[in-house]
């Protein structure tokens, strides 16, 4: 089954399926956001950029298409996107 969801007044929208285990399909328009994990993810960018500030760091990090990052579930973490950007978020 296939599942849509919007955050952020409609500048974050993916498409949730299962495939080897949950994931989400989506894309980001500029700005800022912060995100919080239930489960742990992987973050692979597809296309664009994102800037990324993980839990328990002050440093941003860019992360372009083709990158990955994870993050533990229970956390927090920043996004700075300055172009519309794709991604793929694996959950385990």
């Not at 372009?64 to 927090?76: M, W």
Request: glycine share 10%.
């Amino acid at each position: 089954m296939i599942t849509t969801n919007d955050y952020f007044d409609g500048k974050v929208k993916s498409l949730g399926f299962e495939s080897d285990g949950k994931k989400t399909l989506g894309v980001m328009e500029p700005g800022e956001y912060t995100f919080d994990t239930s489960m742990h993810e992987t973050m692979q960018v597809v296309s664009g950029t994102l800037t990324v500030r993980l839990p328990d760091s002050q440093e941003w990090v860019d992360y372009n298409a083709g990158d990955s990052f994870e993050v533990e579930a229970g956390k927090e973490f920043d996004l700075k996107v300055a172009v519309p950007t794709g991604y793929l978020c694996s959950y385990a």
